[in-house]
């Protein structure tokens, strides 16, 4: 029988088993490379170095999780703090030209001629980061707006207010 | 990954139903190896009260090396001031008990204690 995620932190916690550590990485790869993909547009190999990174800091890190939320929870937001670590990494590395400085944070997607219908990857890829997220971790990976608001580490509010203007965006852009 | 939460007589939205089936899943394919591999031993933490303690025992051990063995040739006087009623002649005694008692909580701490990690 199958252990239960907090079985396997348990016995990595006490004993640093590798194997238990292994278990959750294999439980747990898809969801968090498919994650670290739509945050990256679909950049694969970003995201696999991402997730690795996460779950290195996971492994590091493993004492200060005390189980009061779900494995997974935990896991995604030390992905989306990779995730941002890298962006602030990036900028530092590469200012962006003055006008895209001035304008946002994130390079914003073009917006959808009208008239031309958007499959749900590149419907997903023009929305903004913050919506994205939540979206993607709420409606594709189950975790319920507390856990979103969590692991996101954003305040509850905002994270509705995201869904809703997420998926708004998303069912006007897929169904024109 | 667990399935959204919902109500199971509420149709599924149509979008959630096709963010849902288009959830991707990934082959492994020797990333779980990869991670194992880039792995570092794992930090066993210093908890405070192991330093609290490593901290109580040194202290204790050093008051009683330096005090300890100037009193004991003294402890004869020292009694019999004590029973004259000059109890302030004791309190040379107070640092080697205060070390004495560090001593003694840091030994059964240590003795109690089931998990340094």
Redesign the interface.
């Known amino acids: 029988m199958a252990l239960a995620d907090a079985d396997l932190v348990a016995r990595v916690r006490q004993c640093g088993d590798p194997n238990a550590f292994g278990e959750l990485v294999r439980r747990y790869q898809s969801p968090v490379r498919a994650f670290l993909a739509r945050l990256t547009r679909g950049d694969q190999a970003v995201a696999d170095d991402l997730a690795q990174e996460t779950f290195v800091r996971a492994w590091q890190n493993l004492s200060r999780f005390r189980g009061e939320s779900r494995f997974s929870t935990w896991l995604f937001g030390i992905a989306m703090n990779q995730f941002r670590q890298r962006r602030r990494r990036e900028r530092r590395h590469s200012p962006p030209p003055i006008e895209a400085a001035v304008t946002e944070a994130e390079p914003v997607a073009a917006t959808p001629r009208p008239g031309v219908g958007l499959d749900l990857a590149e419907a997903l890829e023009r929305l903004p980061l913050a919506e994205r997220a939540a979206v993607v971790l709420c409606c594709q990976y189950g975790l319920t707006h507390e856990e979103a608001a969590q692991a996101l580490d954003c305040p509850l509010g905002t994270v509705k207010t995201n869904i809703l203007r997420g998926r708004e965006k998303l069912r006007y852009w897929l169904t024109r | 990954?667990?399935?959204?939460?919902r109500n199971p007589l509420e149709p599924l939205d149509p979008?959630?139903a096709?963010?849902?089936a288009?959830?991707?899943?990934?082959?492994?394919e020797g990333?779980?190896n990869?991670?194992?591999l880039?792995?570092?031993p794992?930090?066993r933490?210093v908890p405070l009260r192991l330093a609290l303690l490593t901290t109580a025992l040194v202290g204790a051990t050093v008051l009683l090396v330096l005090q300890g063995h100037a009193l004991i040739g003294r402890l004869p006087s020292l009694a019999q001031q004590a029973h004259q009623g000059d109890l302030a002649a004791l309190l040379p005694l107070l640092p080697v008990l205060g070390a004495l008692g560090s001593l003694g909580w840091a030994l059964a701490a240590v003795a109690l204690e089931d998990?340094w990690?």
């Open positions: 990954m667990n399935e959204p939460v979008l959630d096709l963010l849902q288009s959830r991707p899943t990934l082959a492994d990333f779980t990869r991670v194992l880039a792995l570092p794992r930090r933490r998990d990690a």
